[in-house]
C-alpha cells in the first residue's frame, strides 16, 4: 500500500522560498509519475509539477514555471518541490500523488498523501 507524506509547508512572505517534501513508501516507484497538486479554497485541484521516477522527464503548470523544481532523490524514495519568488496567489494545500505512468503522463490510479498547507502572505 503506498503512503505519501507532505512536509514543509507554512506561512511565508511573498518572495520568499518554501521546499516541500513527500516521503514515499509501500512500493518500488519505478514506472510510476510523482507529482504535486495544490488546491485552493473554492478552486479546482491543479496539477502544479510531475517528475517521471524511471526517466526524470518533468511538467510543471504554466502559473509556477521558473519558480517551482521538482525532484527526487532515489535513496531516500522522497520527492522535492522547491518553490521560490512565491506570491499570494500560491496559497493553497499542496498535495503529493503518484500513479502508474507513461513518462508524465499518468495511466493508473492515483494515490494520495494528507496535503501541507502553504500560506504566502502580500
Known amino acids: ?7 514543509g509547508g507554512g506561512l511565508v512572505q511573498a518572495g520568499d522560498s518554501l521546499r516541500l517534501s513527500c516521503a514515499a513508501s509501500g512500493r518500488t516507484f519505478s514506472g510510476f509519475v510523482m507529482e ?14 510531475a517528475i517521471s521516477w524511471s526517466i526524470g522527464s518533468t511538467y510543471y503548470a504554466d502559473s509556477v514555471k521558473g519558480r517551482f523544481t521538482i525532484s527526487k532523490d532515489g535513496a531516500k524514495t522522497t520527492v522535492y518541490l ?25 495511466i493508473g490510479p492515483r494515490s ?7 500560506t504566502v502572505s502580500s
Open 82 to 106: 522547491q518553490m521560490n519568488s512565491l506570491k499570494p496567489e500560491d496559497t493553497a494545500i499542496y498535495y503529493c500523488a503518484c500513479a502508474p505512468s507513461a513518462g508524465t503522463v499518468v
Open 112 to 118: 494520495w498523501g494528507q496535503g501541507t498547507q502553504v
Open 1 to 7: 500500500q503506498v503512503q505519501l507524506v507532505e512536509s
Open 36 to 49: 504535486w497538486f495544490r488546491q485552493a479554497p473554492g478552486k479546482e485541484r491543479e496539477r502544479v509539477a
